[in-house]
């Protein structure tokens, strides 16, 4: 039995699942390469257990409230499956307009009110720093399912465990990973290039000149010794390429429609492009896409962009059973 680096007298899941019980997943800052070894290892069971079983009990009688101020397709059904798929049940309030938020009831007494009826809160707002703001107020743990254009902490981890499963976990040290589009507004991205800065991996930025990534994002990647380089455009870069992470430029954070107007088709990926990238990369979108990859591409083994909202459901299996001290 492996033993953790934080305690050796400790099985390695053992002390990890005391690290995690209890607490609330704010930012993909909390977590190292051991948190990670350990979450994916978890969420490598849990496909296994649905592969095997469908549903299982370990969550039976725990309460999940799903609270988004925002839409979402992938994370909020992805959160109720994966309790519904552990033995648990869900208060969904996915239409904040129907719950006494539009009486204009505050986050904090929201959160304080959910967490009288449920075991954990999963919160998407429009704000960043919502989800700490919700962090404090609460005595139960909450999951941060993206804070405006701040993070998006359960994404990127699933997207670290979507290239673990797809290209082999010792193959990320030394991978390039490309990103592209809207790097600015995508929390997708600021949380995964953070995450990815665990690895000694090369990350490039491709995006139009008014859309790059926050440069708090490059620092702080910068700081963990992470080679890092911006293009305006794919060409040059995509041949040595890994992993290119597509993201859809997010017309709803513009504040002027024009803006949105010049850069919006900015890059289409195609199977014409794609000629031109290795035969073993894969290419990941957080989705919904809205053109940024055509659909005659998704029948190309490299598009691995279905099979990951798939393994989003067992890295959110893994955290939910974590942070309630069942994993
Ligand atoms: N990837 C993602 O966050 O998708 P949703 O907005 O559908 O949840």
New binding site residues.
């Given amino acids: 039995m492996p033993t953790s680096s934080l305690n050796p007298h400790l099985p390695f899941g053992e002390n990890k699942l005391a690290d995690w019980y209890g607490k609330d997943i704010i930012s993909v800052k909390q977590f190292g390469r051991d948190d990670l070894e350990y979450i994916f290892g978890v969420a490598h069971e849990m496909r296994g257990m649905v592969e095997r079983v469908g549903t299982f009990d370990l969550l039976k009688g725990k309460i999940l409230a799903n609270l988004f101020y925002e839409?979402?397709?992938?994370?909020?059904s992805s959160f109720t499956a994966a309790m519904e798929r552990l033995g648990g049940s869900v208060i969904p309030i996915n239409e904040v307009k129907y719950s006494s938020v539009s009486k204009g009831e505050s986050l904090p007494d929201t959160v304080r009110t959910l967490e009288c009826y449920a075991d954990v809160i999963v919160l998407r707002h429009p704000e960043t720093g919502s989800a700490a703001i919700a962090a404090k107020a609460a005595r139960k743990p909450v999951i941060n399912a993206?804070d405006g254009i701040g993070e998006?902490p359960t994404?990127a981890l699933l997207d670290t465990f979507t290239i673990f499963e797809e290209l082999g976990a010792g193959q990320v040290d030394g991978m390039t990973v490309t990103m592209l589009g809207d790097l600015k507004y995508g929390r997708?991205v600021h949380s995964l290039a953070r995450l990815l800065s665990l690895f000694k991996v090369k990350i490039n930025y491709v995006s139009p000149d008014i859309l790059k990534m926050p440069k708090e994002v490059m620092d702080e990647v910068a700081a963990k010794g992470i080679p890092q380089a911006e293009f305006g455009s794919l060409e040059k870069v995509l041949p040595e390429t890994d992993v290119l992470y597509v993201t859809r430029v997010q017309k709803e954070r513009f504040e002027d429609p024009a803006e949105y107007e010049k850069v919006k088709g900015a890059y289409v990926i195609d199977p014409a492009i794609m000629k031109a990238a290795k035969k073993d990369m894969i290419v990941m979108h957080?989705?919904?896409r809205v053109g940024e990859i055509s659909v005659d591409f998704d029948e190309d083994p490299r598009a691995a962009y279905f099979r990951q909202m798939e393994y989003g459901l067992y890295v959110r299996m893994a955290l939910l059973a974590m942070v309630l001290g069942k994993a």
Avoid: A, C, E
């Avoid at 839409?71 to 909020?76: E, F, K, L, Q």
């Fill in positions: 839409p979402s397709t992938r994370t909020s993206g998006h994404q997708t957080p989705l919904p």
